[in-house]
């Protein structure tokens, strides 16, 4: 084992420079080519992935998601097609003008450079991120979990092969050793790194937070409101509420906490229950919901504490609390939201209208599930994950912000 | 004093939901009416300004910065009068559709929120980020130099007092206390604060990265490289070097390194060196062009060692290597270049157009001062900095980037 990995960042910082001359075309061929490859390739990759998986406790949640087959290479393989497909985001002219004194200035986009990105056990982040990069001209640096480390080394032996054959440096895509000690100094790799993005739990992403002096991308962590007007169409507001927990609970876009109206708490959770308890969904309610679901013989019900507001469940469990009004959902979500999905169900154009304009998140809703925050939904193609702060990039993080801005001044002897 | 700005940065995050709802009329209204108001206070804004300046040793550099007169005031006025002649950067929508389920998707830009500013001794800085965050709806927090502290007060009381008689909470623009140990609270806030922004010396601005768990944008530090092409007309060459240079060598866009090729060094430095006689500058010559100079009787000639190179001097004094082409240049650039602006002379279209193309820097230039690079300049108005980093702002960070954006979803019902 080396003792660091600043050979790999110098690679990586250098082959920069060759993608900033890549043809549009020599992308678009290579990605196609890594998505046949993967296919064609399955034996060796699924191989591998057998390594990891039969080094992992058979009750680890985690071997779902590191579990690959031929059903999911494909999955994966077209997802590099599509990625393939999508509109180059670099080297767009986003403003001209000649200023009076003759000067030409033009700010265009152009990749970020070299990309860190630190994940988990899900080999999809390792060619999504490395079909996103090739697209957007960037350079990869792929730090993923130690649990899919084989897995990870032979996906990774595939695109370098394809990179091989068509004259691309293999140093665009780069595998990080995942010893602890390299996340460190990858943080701290001004120098060689352009931007940072953490992928997975929120320890990770408070880790990488607290540590980083390169510039970090935050994805992730979603506590998500759903909040019932006294107004809201309750059948509807149902309906909204189940799917926004029940559709997919392990995401950072499902439910964690319902806001009720005291005024239509009764009935709206009447509604709601025989959603719930279909599926076994644990309550933690405030006392008002506590008593009314307790009224009505509900089986999984927790007094709430503190703690179970501002939680991501990430699982079949959510809270209740009953308000009185827009205002008080309005600042209970204001203090524990992560402002990432936040949604109001009303029929009462004010109510809405206040509350898309006051709520700071990164998407906001009426009438809808909160589960459609997704590059995908959004028709921005895959995606590298939720953006739940401000800079750069907010909600869906995908190909179109891959990119920065350059600005080109061509001038002929202008001196101020 | 107080063990805590907490209370502070609550008041600040409250504030916030009083500026979503701001009609664009009344920014400009209270952005005249505090431009007016600083002319009709210079009584107590100057006497504050001589109790900073009383404290201020009479050799300190800084004593001119903190200089507050009749027509620095008057300046500092118009400023804000051209601030709020702006346009508005909120809520402009970027895109807008409808899916085939019959979601309405919008994104818009919003203000970024809370704005936390550390800066140095310069008073402009506090009615500039003040008046920039009112027009973009932003609330402020100010931490500027202990220097000032006096001034700082005085400007923000007048801005207060306006903000009173316009019914606008006075926690908009916030001037916090200067104690250090306040500055960790605010980097450390993410809770309140959205965006840091360091604005000052290479040591603030590293300290401020260092630490930071809130977002930062970077402002700063640049290490200006312009490479003399041995096809450039070398009259021009030497005017541009010399503009970039003298005309003004305390800010981050004045040269610090001539790179020049060897075929045309004696003949180029030949002409640059009367320029730099002119003004005294000092010289740290590699040696070809040490003995060039020498030959020449240049004056104030010193051997470059190696941390001469990627040092950026802020003086007039100025690095001087000599390369053999284009390839050096561009090597020697991304070796040492803090990516803000960069420049070639040549006349040869190929050489420009790879520099261009290659050197990864905010701003590049052929054939033009590296003077220009300011929001002012590219006509983007007052600016907080020039970012050299990558994400959200590059380059001259004006009142266009100090707002995020936020999708916005109206359904019907809409489930996953």
């Not at 390739?41 to 998986?53: R, Y």
């Not at 265009?108 to 630190?118: A, E, F, K, Q, R």
């Amino acid at each position: 084992m080396t003792e660091s990995i600043i050979e790999q960042l110098k690679a990586a910082a250098k082959a920069k420079q060759f993608l900033q001359q890549f043809a549009p075309d020599a992308k678009k061929v290579a990605l196609e080519a890594i998505a046949a490859a993967l296919v064609q390739h399955e034996v060796v990759i699924l191989q591998a992935n057998k390594i990891d998986l039969d080094r992992m406790d058979d009750e680890d949640p985690k071997k779902d998601r590191l579990l690959l087959n031929s059903v999911r290479l494909r999955a994966l393989s077209d997802s590099v097609r599509q990625i393939a497909d999508l509109a180059d985001p670099t080297d767009q002219l986003l403003l001209r003008k000649v200023l009076p004194n003759g000067l030409e200035i033009e700010k265009i986009t152009v990749p970020l450079g070299v990309v860190g990105v630190i994940y988990e056990s899900r080999p999809n982040v390792t060619i999504d991120v490395a079909a996103l990069c090739i697209q957007s001209g960037n350079v990869c640096l792929l730090r993923g979990g130690s649990d899919a480390l084989h897995t990870n080394e032979a996906l990774v032996n595939v695109i370098h092969a394809v990179l091989d054959t068509q004259g691309i440096p293999k140093d665009i895509v780069q595998l990080l050793p995942v010893a602890r000690k390299y996340v460190s100094e990858l943080l701290e790799a001004t120098k060689y790194v352009d931007i940072i993005i953490p992928r997975g739990s929120q320890s990770l992403i408070d880790f990488v937070r607290a540590n980083a002096k390169v510039p970090v991308i935050e994805t992730g962590a979603g506590v998500c409101h759903t909040y019932v007007d006294k107004t809201a169409d309750l059948d509807m507001a149902a309906k909204i509420v189940a799917n926004a927990k029940i559709s997919r609970p392990s995401v950072c876009n499902s439910l964690d906490t319902v806001l009720v109206d005291a005024d239509v708490a009764a009935t709206f959770l009447m509604k709601l229950a025989p959603y719930l308890e279909q599926v076994a969904v644990e309550v933690f309610a405030d006392p008002i919901a506590y008593r009314i679901l307790e009224d009505q013989k509900f089986s999984n019900l927790v007094a709430a504490e503190e703690a179970d507001f501002g939680r991501e469940f990430l699982d079949l469990k959510c809270s209740i609390k009953t308000v009185e009004g827009l205002d008080e959902a309005l600042e209970h979500i204001a203090t524990y939201s992560s402002k990432h999905s936040e949604c109001i169900v009303s029929s009462n154009e004010l109510a809405i209208e206040r509350f898309l304009n006051i709520v700071d998140a990164a998407a906001v809703y009426a009438n809808a599930s909160t589960r459609f925050t997704d590059g995908g939904e959004f028709g921005l193609g895959a995606e590298i994950g939720i953006s739940t702060q401000k800079l750069h990039a907010r909600g869906p993080f995908a190909l179109e912000k891959l990119v920065t801005e350059k600005w080109i001044v061509r001038g002929n002897g202008q001196i101020r």
